[in-house]
């Protein structure tokens, strides 16, 4: 029986193990849970003496030296998103097969995109504030609708194909500006491809980008200048891939709309005109924290590693070495 290792306190665990994903854990493998102190120390520990690492958030830095001589776990096992913050480059050298659940996670991400693309679209949060303030129907506006509208997406990552996703019934034109994704590879997503510009002149914009030095103020201040009127932009990638006073500025004129549940810095300092905006809808980096996302977690990637472990099979969970330099 293989051993496994669960390197996440016991409030982490409960927070990302579900029912099934114990059951599995318990039946496959012969498991080892951490304790309430979990310090880089007791990590190492805990990888020497296993085959798979289950970690998490809080899970200390998994220093290259565990894998020394051969040492070490062959498989670890992320319940949660970006593993570049967990280990270093060099561990996926060591023969070690690494997963993460960062797709589960994009696919809460996607249900918080098309909620906010809808709400703004039509006007909740105005005709809340219009009832709340003893308004009924003359509001003096009205809100639109997202079926068949073009859909611009910058960034082809997980949560933009999870989106993507979610947008077919509607039956929007998606457009979808990254440099990396091929013609090919948007036939098969339904998008086609397009530079920044024209991408960003559609009627809704969503943001997937990472953060890196080529994606930061990405959407400057001159391309949200050339925006149309009313576009709803939805940013739950990374703040600094947006000049946010820009696009704040503009929101407060009434001529664009914005969900931002990331921001530059974080957390931010806003000033009462933006928090009493009604055109901007405001979240604390949460787009992928669900109860049943996490929950689902653990065993999104357990079941990719047990797909690993018996047959090599390569599940969507896998963390590929080549795609390191642009993921998130």
């Given at each position: 029986m293989s051993r496994i290792a669960v390197a996440m306190t016991p409030q982490r665990a409960a927070d990302v193990c579900g029912p099934d994903a114990r059951r599995?854990?318990?039946?496959?493998?012969?498991?080892?849970?951490?304790?309430?102190?979990?310090?880089?120390?007791?990590?190492?520990?805990?990888?020497?003496?296993?085959?798979?690492?289950?970690?998490?958030?809080?899970t200390p830095h998994l220093d290259a030296s565990i894998w020394t001589d051969g040492?070490?776990?062959?498989?670890?096992?992320?319940?949660?998103?970006?593993?570049?913050?967990?280990?270093?480059?060099?561990?996926?050298?060591?023969?070690?097969?690494?997963?993460?659940?960062?797709?589960?996670?994009?696919?809460?991400?996607?249900?918080?995109?098309?909620?906010?693309?809808?709400?703004?679209?039509?006007?909740?949060?105005?005709?809340?504030?219009?009832?709340?303030?003893?308004?009924?129907?003359q509001t003096g506006f009205r809100g639109g609708e997202l079926a068949g509208r073009p859909v611009g997406i910058l960034g082809a990552s997980s949560t933009a194909r999870a989106l993507i996703t979610l947008l077919r019934p509607f039956g929007c034109d998606v457009v979808v500006y990254d440099p990396y994704l091929g013609e090919e590879r948007a036939a098969a997503l339904g998008v086609r491809t397009a530079g920044l510009e024209e991408t960003l002149r559609c009627p809704f914009v969503s943001l997937h980008v990472p953060d890196l030095p080529e994606t930061r103020g990405l959407v400057s201040r001159a391309l949200i200048e050339r925006m149309p009127d009313h576009t709803i932009v939805v940013n739950s990638s990374r703040g600094p891939a947006v000049d946010q006073t820009a696009l704040l500025e503009h929101v407060l004129a009434g001529r664009l709309l914005a969900a931002?549940?990331?921001?530059?810095?974080?957390?931010?300092?806003?000033?009462?005109?933006?928090?009493?905006?009604?055109?901007?809808?405001?979240?604390?980096?949460?787009?992928?924290?669900?109860?049943?996302?996490?929950?689902?977690?653990?065993?999104?990637?357990?079941?990719?590693?047990?797909?690993?472990?018996?047959?090599?099979?390569?599940?969507?969970?896998?963390?590929?070495?080549?795609?390191?330099?642009?993921?998130?």
């Open positions: 599995l854990i318990e039946t496959r493998y012969e498991a080892t849970w951490a304790g309430d102190r979990l310090s880089a120390d007791d990590v190492a520990a805990l990888a020497a003496d296993c085959d798979v690492l289950l970690t998490s958030w809080g040492r070490g776990p062959k498989v670890v096992a992320h319940a949660a998103g970006s593993v570049k913050k967990l280990l270093d480059r060099e561990v996926l050298d060591q023969d070690v097969a690494v997963f993460s659940a960062a797709g589960r996670i994009a696919w809460s991400v996607g249900e918080y995109c098309l909620a906010a693309m809808l709400t703004l679209a039509r006007r909740l949060p105005r005709f809340d504030a219009a009832v709340r303030g003893g308004g009924w129907k931002l549940d990331v921001f530059d810095p974080e957390p931010p300092v806003l000033d009462a005109a933006v928090l009493g905006c009604p055109d901007l809808l405001l979240s604390p980096h949460i787009a992928g924290d669900t109860v049943d996302g996490h929950l689902a977690l653990a065993g999104y990637v357990l079941a990719d590693v047990a797909d690993w472990l018996d047959k090599g099979a390569r599940g969507p969970s896998f963390v590929d070495p080549a795609a390191w330099p642009t993921a998130a």
